[in-house]
């Protein structure tokens, strides 16, 4: 049995508490799924997850076809990490680590997902041609809508910054030396002897 494996990173402006709020209820995710897949959950959840929840939905992954997919909260350790796990599905096998680490900006989150598909070796080629192209799909969607939601980090070499005001953007694009430009703009040099 062939095994792919995909891992994202994203990173958020958030805490650590608030991020882990969020993604341990088993309700926002169909918040964050892309709506061509038609997901919908079925089964009744609480809005905190637990190891040994039980999670039915069904989705419509190829050319409309609904499917039913049943995973399973096998890990949970707050707020660092959860498990889920397919217990029956589209796929041979599936198991998704959700990661979440705190950051002096917010919070890493990393997914690392295993799967493997039915009648392998027969199926290889479909996920080249689909399969992973679609699961990456949804995952750049779900990176956009939490973007959407929550801001983004972003990287400024030396410095790592949140999107947040457009003073503090100027003040790190603006050269300090130039204090006339920071004026017109009301920002005050923050090192005069930099100059």
Same mark, same amino acid.
Not at 115 to 124: E, G, N, Q, T, V
């Given at each position: 049995?062939?095994? =792919? %494996?995909?891992?994202?990173? %994203?990173?958020?402006?958030?805490?650590?508490?608030?991020?882990?709020?969020?993604?341990?209820? *088993?309700?926002?995710?169909?918040?964050?799924? !892309? #709506?061509? &897949?038609?997901?919908?959950? @079925?089964? +009744?959840? *609480?809005? +905190?997850? =637990?190891?040994?929840?039980?999670?039915? =939905?069904?989705?419509?992954?190829?050319?409309?076809?609904? @499917?039913?997919?049943? @995973?399973?909260?096998?890990?949970?350790?707050? !707020?660092?990490?959860?498990?889920?796990?397919? #217990?029956?599905?589209?796929?041979?096998?599936?198991?998704?680590?959700?990661?979440?680490?705190?950051? $002096?900006?917010?919070?890493?989150?990393?997914?690392?997902?295993? =799967?493997? /598909?039915?009648?392998?070796?027969?199926?290889? *080629?479909?996920?080249?041609?689909?399969?992973?192209?679609?699961?990456? $799909?949804?995952?750049?969607? #779900?990176?956009? +809508? /939490? $973007?959407?939601?929550?801001?983004?980090?972003?990287?400024?070499?030396?410095?790592?910054? @949140?999107? %947040?005001?457009?003073? &503090?953007?100027?003040?790190?694009?603006? !050269?300090?030396?130039?204090?006339? #430009?920071?004026? +017109?703009?009301?920002?005050?040099?923050?090192?005069?002897? %930099?100059?």
């Amino acid at each position: 049995m062939k095994i =792919y %494996q995909l891992k994202t990173v %994203q990173n958020l402006p958030i805490g650590i508490d608030e991020a882990w709020e969020f993604f341990s209820n *088993p309700n926002n995710l169909s918040v964050i799924t !892309p #709506r061509w &897949l038609n997901f919908k959950v @079925t089964s +009744k959840l *609480p809005n +905190k997850m =637990y190891p040994g929840m039980i999670i039915a =939905y069904k989705v419509h992954p190829v050319l409309s076809i609904p @499917t039913n997919w049943v @995973t399973e909260i096998t890990h949970v350790k707050e !707020p660092f990490y959860f498990v889920d796990e397919q #217990r029956f599905g589209p796929y041979k096998l599936w198991h998704h680590q959700h990661h979440f680490k705190e950051t $002096e900006n917010g919070v890493e989150m990393s997914d690392i997902i295993n =799967y493997a /598909l039915p009648f392998d070796p027969l199926s290889r *080629p479909l996920n080249s041609l689909l399969v992973e192209k679609k699961v990456k $799909e949804i995952f750049k969607y #779900r990176e956009k +809508k /939490l $973007e959407e939601m929550f801001g983004s980090v972003i990287a400024m070499s030396p410095l790592r910054t @949140t999107k %947040q005001s457009p003073e &503090l953007v100027l003040r790190l694009l603006l !050269p300090t030396c130039l204090p006339d #430009r920071q004026a +017109k703009v009301g920002i005050a040099m923050t090192d005069a002897n %930099q100059c």
